[in-house]
C-alpha cells in the first residue's frame, strides 16, 4: 500500500537517482511506477526523472507517495532499440538517456538507471563520464542467483564488449573483486574463468594467459582465484564471481533468463493440470512462492557499468515495476556506499600492480 514519505527525511538528505523514463518497451508508465515502489521503501532516495514533460506530469501526478520527490528533467528525444550506438553518440544530445546520464556527470545524481538501448547507453556513457584511467574496456555485472551463502554469484562482462584479452579479463577479475567486497561485504572472494571445462589444459590461448594473469595476481589483490569453471558453476557455490568475455556473458546471461521463464511457465502447468494438481498447489503455496521469488530475475535486475567515472545501471529493456525498483535500488546502494569512489581506487591500483608489484592497503578505502 502507497503511502506518505518519511517528512523527516528532507529534500538536501535524500541521494539523488537519475533515472531515463523513456527506455523501457512497457513505456514510462511502468518506470514511474517503479520508482513509486522504491520511494514507497526507502525515504532517503530522490529522483531526477528525465523524458518529455507533457507525458511524465501527469504520470507523476497520480503516484501520492512520489510528491516532492521527483524532479522532471524535460527531454522531447528518445533513443530507441534500434538507434545505432554510433548515431546517438553523434545525434544524442536532448534525448532522455543522454540527460539521464548528464546529471551523473554534472553531480546532480549519483547514479543512473535506464532501460533503454545498451549499446547506445554504454556509448554515451564513456563519452560523457568517460573511461577510469587505466580502464581498457568497461564491464557489465550482474548478479546471478545462486547456492552461495549471500544468495548470488556475480557476472562480468555481460555485453559491454564482445572482445576480451587476457588482460581485460584481469582486469574484470580486479573490479569484480571490488564490487563484490563493496556490495556484497566478502573481504576476500572467490573468482572462477569461465571456459568450456575446469582443466587447466582446455580453452584458447587467451584464457590460459588470463588464467595465469589472474592466479599470479591473487594474493596481491587480495581474493582467492579458484581457476576454470563451467556453465553448470554459474548458480553454484565454486566462486563468488565469474570472469568471461561480453560474448559469452550475454549468451549465458540470456540463457538463464530463456530458462528461469520456461521453468515457471512448466511450474504453472503442471499444477494447473487437474484438480488434484491444483489442491496439491494451494497446500504447497509458501514453498511455491519462495521458489519464485527465488528465481525471479526481476528481483535481481540491473547491470552495472563497472569502469567509468560515474554509476550507471542498466535495467532490462522489459522490466517492470519490480524491476525497475530493484535496478534503482542497486544504484542507490552503490552510491550510499560510495563506490565509484572506491572502484576508482581499485583500478587506479592495477597501475600500482604491474609497476611494484603491491596493491596499496587503502585502494578501496580513499580518505573521505
Given at each position: 500500500m502507497t503511502g506518505k514519505p518519511d517528512q523527516s527525511v528532507t529534500k538536501s538528505d535524500r541521494i539523488m537517482i537519475s533515472v531515463d523514463a523513456m527506455g523501457g518497451d512497457a513505456g514510462p508508465a511502468v518506470v514511474v511506477a517503479g520508482l513509486a515502489m522504491s520511494a514507497d521503501k526507502n525515504p532517503n532516495i530522490g529522483f531526477l526523472l528525465h523524458g518529455p514533460e507533457n507525458i511524465l506530469k501527469p504520470l507523476v501526478a497520480k503516484k501520492r507517495v512520489l510528491e516532492d520527490r521527483v524532479e522532471i528533467r524535460d527531454a522531447q528525444k528518445i533513443v530507441t532499440m534500434?538507434?545505432?550506438?554510433?548515431?546517438?553518440?553523434?545525434?544524442?544530445?536532448?534525448?532522455?538517456?543522454?540527460?539521464?546520464?548528464?546529471?551523473?556527470?554534472?553531480?546532480?545524481?549519483?547514479?543512473?538507471?535506464?532501460?533503454?538501448?545498451?549499446?547506445?547507453?554504454?556509448?554515451?556513457?564513456?563519452?560523457?563520464?568517460?573511461?577510469?584511467?587505466?580502464?581498457?574496456?568497461?564491464?557489465?555485472?550482474?548478479?546471478?542467483?545462486?547456492?552461495?551463502?549471500?544468495?548470488?554469484?556475480?557476472?562480468?562482462?555481460?555485453?559491454?564488449?564482445?572482445?576480451?584479452?587476457?588482460?581485460?579479463?584481469?582486469?574484470?577479475?580486479?573490479?569484480?573483486?571490488?564490487?563484490?567486497?563493496?556490495?556484497?561485504?566478502?573481504?576476500?572472494?572467490?573468482?572462477?574463468?569461465?571456459?568450456?571445462?575446469?582443466?587447466?589444459?582446455?580453452?584458447?590461448?587467451?584464457?590460459?594467459?588470463?588464467?595465469?594473469?589472474?592466479?599470479?595476481?591473487?594474493?596481491?589483490?587480495?581474493?582467492?582465484?579458484?581457476?576454470?569453471?563451467?556453465?553448470?558453476?554459474?548458480?553454484?557455490?565454486?566462486?563468488?564471481?565469474?570472469?568471461?568475455?561480453?560474448?559469452?556473458?550475454?549468451?549465458?546471461?540470456?540463457?538463464?533468463?530463456?530458462?528461469?521463464?520456461?521453468?515457471?511457465s512448466a511450474l504453472r502447468e503442471a499444477f494447473e493440470h487437474s484438480l488434484l494438481s491444483k489442491l496439491t498447489a494451494v497446500l504447497a503455496y509458501a514453498s511455491l512462492g519462495r521458489l519464485a521469488k527465488r528465481i525471479d530475475p526481476r528481483r535481481v535486475n540491473g547491470g552495472v557499468f563497472l569502469g567509468l567515472n560515474g554509476t550507471v545501471v542498466k535495467s532490462h529493456g522489459g522490466a517492470d515495476a519490480i524491476g525497475v525498483s530493484a535496478a534503482i535500488k542497486l544504484a542507490f546502494r552503490l552510491a550510499e556506499q560510495g563506490f565509484a569512489e572506491k572502484l576508482a581506487a581499485r583500478v587506479a591500483s592495477v597501475v600500482e600492480l604491474t609497476q611494484n608489484g603491491t596493491v596499496p592497503q587503502d585502494a578501496e578505502h580513499p580518505p573521505k
Open positions: 534500434d538507434d545505432k550506438p554510433s548515431q546517438v553518440m553523434r545525434n544524442g544530445k536532448g534525448t532522455s538517456m543522454w540527460s539521464t546520464i548528464q546529471a551523473v556527470k554534472t553531480g546532480e545524481a549519483a547514479g543512473a538507471v535506464s532501460c533503454g538501448n545498451t549499446g547506445a547507453l554504454m556509448a554515451l556513457s564513456m563519452l560523457r563520464l568517460r573511461k577510469m584511467p587505466g580502464v581498457n574496456r568497461p564491464a557489465i555485472a550482474i548478479l546471478w542467483p545462486s547456492s552461495n551463502p549471500q544468495g548470488f554469484n556475480v557476472m562480468l562482462d555481460v555485453g559491454a564488449d564482445v572482445r576480451a584479452d587476457a588482460e581485460d579479463l584481469l582486469q574484470y577479475a580486479l573490479m569484480g573483486t571490488s564490487y563484490v567486497r563493496n556490495s556484497m561485504d566478502i573481504p576476500r572472494p572467490r573468482i572462477g574463468l569461465l571456459n568450456v571445462g575446469t582443466e587447466e589444459h582446455k580453452g584458447h590461448a587467451e584464457l590460459k594467459e588470463a588464467h595465469a594473469l589472474i592466479a599470479q595476481n591473487a594474493e596481491k589483490a587480495n581474493y582467492d582465484f579458484v581457476g576454470f569453471v563451467e556453465g553448470s558453476d554459474l548458480p553454484g557455490n565454486a566462486a563468488d564471481i565469474i570472469v568471461t568475455d561480453g560474448f559469452t556473458g550475454n549468451v549465458a546471461i540470456k540463457t538463464g533468463e530463456g530458462t528461469a521463464s520456461l521453468l515457471r
